[in-house]
């Protein structure tokens, strides 16, 4: 590094710390900064350089000599920052909060050393400082699996749970980014024929304040303070390798399995939270332009988001972050797409969508949005732009209380199973505008879901208050734990009958991950703060047949082009004289009006005729498929259409895809789902 106490005069881009060989440039916006100053950490100490430059609010300079492994952080002076003694407060009167006696996290941080701690906030020799990296790496011709939106099955997993209980993982990598791209887990991702792995956040975040007073963690990681920075608590760190090499190494095993890896991203809030939060990073550099404040309350924040505070993507240097952040995921990081928490709050009054969608980055990647928050005019569901999927929760509560409560009917199931057309089927969007989840990460696991009428969040620290308490759930007769045969073989119907009911619908299935080996979080549905045995997958005591079954489903869905359509659904004739799409009467006719709104019929079936806009060309597109639907306490018979029909599933059986041939009728079991092929 060089010696001299100045640094020249470097250029306002890019944004963040770019090492170019010879030394490094920094870049730092700041509206309202009056002075900003470069703190390097090095084995002689810690060294305070001035940023003299300023162009266009963007603060600049370069430190000659300085490469990877720098460790640095800024101070932000402002017109209105407190002197030392903590007297002249009053700038956050003025939306300002700078106070330049604090160490300050770069937005554009691309590693994050330290680890902060609420017990020590206020010593500045627990800072969090940002690493100067090198992003050089050795891909090997790595190339993006680019599935199809209309074939893609979404795998929703946490990157510790997945792989911290598996004995085929070696002990040292369990719970990491490289525990996740062993061959034990892409074995199991390759067996269920999942074509991406949807990652809950692996953003740099910090554990809440009230979760640290009570020995607890942020296991899911919704608290991002660093947008560019891969999570250190999921390296492993094996040979030295530094956590973006690991991060990298990752997705480039995943591709060449196949997997796409699509990531959790939180730009709607971060980990600073409300005004009794900590400035680490944002609120000390500009506070007035990264966050929403109430007009005329400028020392409070708008919080649309529920977690204290909610970012400005109306501001132009606030959008490109984002911006900037997205492109990074996808251009160094070869990311495959993203699900956007909270995303509603990214598009009020922003020019987000527009950005996104003029990207030549980001045109080609998946684009899934979670479409509300709790501001005002908070609900999305279908209003986001071609091009965009959207988390589709009506497609969550209508199946769950058609199947457990039956308090949604055959009418309401059947626009689930047809893609959601009335929500999504507007400005020229496809059936995969619709992201279809029976459960998720936030609420009931699978088995829960059929196992607990109530929630039970007590290990939580919140008297359970927290979590959702209305869940279209059913315990199936006893709550909890059970050995009652009946109410677990109740409980086994439903769990395939949901599963089935996913994967036969048209859009794009998204499945939980442990779903498939029948995990339990006992009762937990906001396990948000459990990072223990009760969220990791519990490979020991995995259900195989469950994992058999639910690789039948896509196997089916993957060999079956009409169950994934790119089109709508009509009813309408094709070139072979049937409707695209026949709902049919287990008396053994199509569904009439009455049939429809009939609150008590449970019984329904769906014939799909041949889809021959597939561009496959195996025998399978030449097939008609009829799905066959009872939710009822007792058996029933279904008359068929015409033709000799094969059963190539029923959800109820012991051997679920043992081939039967049906002609006039077939039984479909109590709570289950049969389908059936005809060439």
Do not use: Y
């Given at each position: 590094m060089s010696d001299r106490a100045d640094l020249e005069a470097g250029r306002p881009w890019p944004l963040g710390a770019s090492w170019d060989g010879h030394g490094v440039n920094f870049a730092l916006f700041s509206a309202h900064a009056a002075r900003v100053e470069l703190c390097v950490f090095d084995a002689d100490g810690m060294r305070t350089l001035p940023l003299r430059e300023c162009s266009d609010e963007i603060w600049h300079g370069y430190l000659a000599g300085a490469g990877p492994g720098l460790r640095y952080a800024y101070r932000v002076h402002g017109p209105e920052a407190p002197d030392p003694n903590g007297h002249g407060h009053h700038g956050h009167r003025q939306g300002h909060r700078f106070d330049s006696r604090r160490f300050l996290l770069d937005p554009y941080a691309r590693e994050v050393a330290g680890r902060f701690s609420w017990r020590t906030q206020s010593d500045q020799g627990n800072c969090l400082t940002a690493c100067v990296v090198d992003e050089a790496f050795d891909w090997e011709g790595d190339v993006p699996p680019a599935t199809a939106l209309a074939d893609t099955v979404l795998y929703e997993a946490h990157v510790k749970g997945c792989s911290r209980q598996h004995p085929g993982v070696p002990e040292v990598l369990r719970g990491t980014y490289a525990g996740l791209a062993t061959p034990a887990m892409i074995e199991h991702f390759q067996r269920l024929g999942v074509t991406a792995i949807n990652l809950l956040p692996v953003c740099h975040f910090l554990d809440e304040k009230h979760l640290a007073n009570k020995g607890l963690v942020n296991y899911w990681g919704y608290n991002s303070l660093a947008f560019f920075a891969p999570e250190p608590r999921y390296a492993a760190r094996i040979g030295g390798q530094s956590v973006i090499a690991e991060f990298k190494t990752m997705v480039r095993s995943l591709h060449t399995a196949g997997l796409e890896v699509i990531l959790d991203v939180v730009f709607n809030h971060t980990a600073e939270t409300d005004e009794a939060g900590p400035t680490l990073s944002f609120r000390g550099i500009d506070n007035l332009s990264y966050y929403l404040l109430p007009p005329g309350h400028l020392n409070h924040y708008e919080n649309f988001t529920g977690c204290g505070n909610t970012l400005n993507l109306a501001h132009p240097r606030v959008l490109q972050m984002v911006m900037d952040a997205l492109r990074y995921w996808v251009g160094i990081m070869h990311v495959d797409g993203f699900r956007f928490d909270l995303a509603a709050t990214l598009t009020r009054d922003s020019a987000f969508l527009a950005a996104v969608r003029q990207d030549p980055l980001l045109q080609r990647v998946k684009l899934i949005a979670e479409p509300w928050d709790i501001g005002p005019d908070g609900y999305r569901l279908g209003r986001f732009l071609p091009g965009w999927s959207e988390w589709n929760d009506r497609f969550r509560d209508d199946v769950r209380a058609f199947w457990l409560t039956h308090q949604a009917g055959v009418g309401q199931l059947a626009q689930r199973l047809a893609g959601s057309r009335e929500v999504f089927g507007v400005n020229g969007r496809a059936p995969q505008a619709g992201t279809n989840f029976i459960t998720a990460h936030d609420g009931f696991t699978l088995r829960d879901l059929v196992s607990y009428q109530k929630k039970h969040n007590e290990l939580n620290g919140e008297d359970n208050r927290d979590g959702h308490g209305h869940n279209h759930s059913s315990n199936c007769g006893e709550e909890g734990v059970s050995t009652d045969p009946a109410v677990l073989e109740r409980r086994r119907r439903l769990q395939r009958a949901l599963l089935a009911t996913l994967m036969l619908s048209q859009g794009v299935p998204m499945l939980q991950s442990g779903d498939e080996i029948g995990r339990t979080q006992a009762g937990n549905n906001n396990a948000y703060c459990q990072d223990n045995a009760m969220t990791w997958l519990?490979?020991?005591?995995?259900?195989?047949?469950?994992?058999?079954?639910?690789?039948?489903?896509?196997?089916?869905?993957?060999?079956?082009?009409?169950?994934?359509?790119?089109?709508?659904?009509?009813?309408?004739?094709?070139?072979?004289?049937?409707?695209?799409?026949?709902?049919?009467?287990?008396?053994?006719?199509?569904?009439d009006y009455a049939d429809w709104e009939s609150k008590k019929l449970g019984t329904f079936g769906l014939q799909l005729a041949p889809d021959r806009t597939d561009l496959g060309h195996s025998q399978d597109r030449e097939t008609f498929l009829l799905c066959l639907i009872n939710r009822d306490d007792n058996q029933t018979s279904f008359l068929l259409?015409?033709?000799?029909?094969?059963?190539?599933?029923?959800?109820?059986?012991?051997?679920?895809?043992?081939?039967?041939?049906?002609?006039?009728?077939?039984?479909?079991?109590?709570?289950?789902?049969q389908i059936l092929s005809r060439s």
């Open positions: 519990d490979w020991k005591n995995a259900d195989a047949e469950l994992t058999d079954f639910v690789a039948g489903l896509i196997g089916l869905r993957r060999r079956f082009p009409q169950l994934r359509q790119r089109r709508w659904l009509t009813g309408e004739m094709t070139v072979e004289g049937q409707p695209d799409v026949l709902w049919w009467h287990p008396a053994g006719r199509p569904m259409p015409a033709g000799v029909w094969q059963q190539i599933c029923d959800s109820s059986a012991q051997a679920p895809f043992a081939p039967h041939t049906r002609t006039i009728s077939t039984p479909v079991a109590a709570r289950s789902v």
